[in-house]
């Protein structure tokens, strides 16, 4: 429900300038801005001089969803956008599927419903599996209000007749294609970097110059020859600027974006071989990072975007040259740019507010600025306030940033998306929950679906959950329950009775409230599969690998599942997991499926699979990795943190070292724990 709120001796950005003054929300509408304004059915809010702009926009975002959602997905990622300020992001296509059909768009649509926290809209591909080969339909996609344009992001549509097509159909349909320039033809096997001083002095493989402008100036002719309305996504070279600026002098429906990363590094920033410099395009040299700030400075780009491209570690951490492209950005992109070229005088204030609201808005015929009447949509930001980048405070799935242990100026203190107020200052992890199910599985194992704000608890499956049950029950629960499913609105949790703690959760019924708090440990990395998956659970290990089941095949892979339980008594979700994958059942005394352990099930079904995720007690996980390192094994099953006790739970590892199971994990791989024995 929105509230009246009344926000008093704010900086105001708006038509363009900063003023001061107070601003109206009334009905999730902003009623009125003006001075010394009154309400007396408002809450009254003191900015005491804070940053009041309308929450940003981004026009490239990739959110990994459908499909690669291992990497990131729609809750995470617009997560990380509105604790960014942004009130909308723009999808990209290169999802799996490809969002290059009707059907596609909908599983995007669906999930934004469900679990986004901005407004989401998408690129639709330009070719049909961005091949470059065919056009998709751009007229039967265009019917869906959610595709705002076309984008075959990541590559670049290399045949000029192609491309020539797609100009004169985006015309006819007076729509946008957005485009990520790269010519094939310039690109060397293993190119990694700028092609410059950082490439010769690591003996690296570069990129050059000519591979991104070559497509550049191609395009915008071609769009000057068809009068279509034509965007450069992530411009990195002088040559690049020029070619935008000469277009922009004969039409201003050509336009380009610059990223914060761009905007702030060049080749001599990046830190020793740290693969969170890795980008495409890379970090370019000095003139032409000076190019860049050039054409911001003086309206020639007038969009900052982040190209903000979450990846699992396992795919970054892997050499500058085989590591992933790409680095998150959603969430600290206003403070990097504010602290880095604002606070130094390099670029206005007002220029890098409007690359973030009024210039992406235009571009995108969106609505940008605040104005009275419009919904309430904005955030705000105390520039005075600095804080540090931690990886820990990070929404997003993903970590690849190369700002962690930054210290930047202009904390967000609340973000407004159509009226609806985030305070990002509220100290308390809490999320107050309502009990909307609970039934007994089997003898003592119970599951309970909490509903309310689910998101801000959750940011990766295969979890535990800490709930405060009680007030005098102190600090939390953390032992033994486990996150089984979950959506923005809804947390399902399967835990088993054994102590005081559970006793007193399995008295809760439906209305009952309780607090939960943030979530612990770290997911399973989904990108180890190629094509075959196979899940096994091991008593209380089961509940989160049913999440896990739904992410591998929504990430297109086929999924076989085992699970292992004492005896037909013990067992409970069979049937859910049965109608999602092929399912075996192993039971110690035979009552049920395979006699005996997972292992046993395992070979006795001859199963196949191209690697394994597993979670359950640690004689099954040491079984486990003995058999076959090629797997993930969870430790959340043999976790002993109850009420803030710890009881410091440690994996050994071959190299020597003892990890933290909580801090470190709960999964690790299995080819690099020590057994036991």
């Known amino acids: 429900m929105s509230t009246t709120i009344l926000f008093k001796n704010a900086r105001i950005f708006h038509e ?91 599983v995007l649509r669906d999930k934004v419903k469900d ?3 901005v407004h989401v809209y998408t690129y639709a591909a330009i070719t049909k599996g961005l091949k470059g080969e065919e056009l998709t339909d751009m007229e039967g996609l265009m019917k869906d209000d959610m ?22 159909m985006a015309h006819d349909l007076d729509t946008i294609l957005v485009c990520h320039c790269e010519d094939n033809d310039e690109l060397k096997p293993g190119g990694c970097v700028h092609d410059g001083i950082y490439a010769k002095e690591h003996n690296l493989v570069g ?7 070559n497509e550049v100036r191609r395009d915008i002719k071609m769009a000057l020859r068809h009068d279509t309305r034509f965007h450069v996504c992530h411009i990195s070279t002088r040559e690049s600027v020029e070619a935008l600026r000469t277009g922009r002098s004969e039409s201003l429906k050509i336009s380009g974006e610059v990223t914060p990363h761009h905007l702030v590094f060049d080749e001599n920033d990046i830190v020793g071989e740290d693969e969170f410099y890795k980008m495409n395009p890379p970090l370019r040299s000095k003139e032409d ?23 699992a570690t396992s795919e970054k951490r892997k050499g500058m040259t085989d590591a992933a492209f790409g680095i998150i950005g959603l969430q600290h992109a206003f403070p990097i740019i504010y602290t880095k070229l604002v606070r130094t005088g390099i670029v206005p204030l007002e220029t890098v507010l409007a690359a973030l609201t009024t210039g992406p808005a235009d571009i995108l015929r969106l609505e940008g600025d605040i104005r009275v009447g419009a919904k309430a949509n904005i955030c705000v930001f105390d520039l005075n306030d600095h804080y540090e980048i931690k990886e820990q405070d990070l929404k997003s799935k993903a970590i690849n940033t190369p700002f962690l242990g930054e210290r930047v100026y202009g904390r967000l203190m609340c973000n407004i998306v159509d009226g609806e107020l985030t305070d990002m200052l509220d100290a308390t992890p809490m999320s107050d929950m309502t ?22 608890a959750l940011s990766m499956p295969g979890q535990f959950i800490n709930l405060k049950l009680t007030s005098q029950m102190t600090p939390y629960l953390r032992r033994p329950m486990s996150v089984c499913d979950y959506d923005k609105h ?38 180890k599969t190629q094509k075959k998956a196979l899940v096994i659970g091991g008593g209380l290990g089961v509940p989160p690998m049913y999440r896990l089941t739904k992410d591998l095949l929504s990430a297109g892979l086929d999924v076989t599942v085992v699970l292992g339980f004492n005896s037909a008594d013990d067992v409970f979700y069979a049937r859910e997991f049965e109608a999602l994958a092929p399912t075996y ?53 043999r976790m002993g943190c109850g009420f803030g006790a710890c009881m410091g739970c440690s994996q050994p590892m071959k190299d020597g070292s003892s990890k933290r199971v909580c801090l470190e994990g709960p999964v690790f791989d299995a080819s690099e724990v020590m057994i036991r024995g």
């Open 289 to 311: 990072h000076e190019a860049l700030i050039e054409g911001l400075k003086d309206g020639t780009i007038t969009a900052i975007s982040t190209d903000h491209a979450p990846h």
């Open 207 to 213: 990129i050059n110059n000519a591979s991104e402008y």
């Open 115 to 117: 679990e986004g926290h």
């Open 585 to 637: 059942l192993a039971t110690m005394d035979g009552s049920l499926g395979t006699k005996g352990t997972v292992l046993d099930a395992i070979k006795a079904n001859n199963v196949d699979y191209d690697y394994y995720y597993a979670c359950g007690p640690l004689p099954m996980l040491e079984a486990l990795a003995q058999f076959d390192e090629n797997g993930q094994l969870s430790y959340e099953a």
């Open 435 to 456: 009990v909307k199910s609970h039934q007994e599985l089997v003898p003592d194992v119970y599951e309970m679906v909490l509903e309310g704000d689910a998101a801000r």
């Open 16 to 106: 363009g300038r900063i003023e001061k003054g107070d601003l109206l929300i009334k009905d999730g509408l902003i009623a009125a801005i003006g001075a010394n304004l009154k309400d007396d059915t408002a809450k009254d809010v003191n900015l005491e001089g804070k940053l009041l702009v309308h929450n940003f926009i981004d026009m490239h975002t990739h959110l990994r969803d459908p499909g690669l959602t291992y990497k990131e997905d729609v809750n995470t990622g617009t997560m990380s956008a509105l604790y960014g300020g942004y009130g909308t992001v723009i999808a990209m296509a290169n999802t799996k599927p490809v969002m290059d059909n009707a059907d596609t768009v909908q």
């Open 147 to 168: 595709v705002i344009g076309f984008s075959d992001d990541g590559v670049g549509v290399q045949d000029d007749d192609m491309m020539d097509e797609a100009m004169h």
């Open 490 to 527: 809804h947390i399902k949790l399967i835990y088993r009775k054994v102590g005081v703690g559970t006793a007193v959760m399995a008295a809760l019924k439906p209305g009952d409230k309780l607090n939960v708090l943030s979530g612990l440990g770290h997911g399973f990395d989904v990108a």
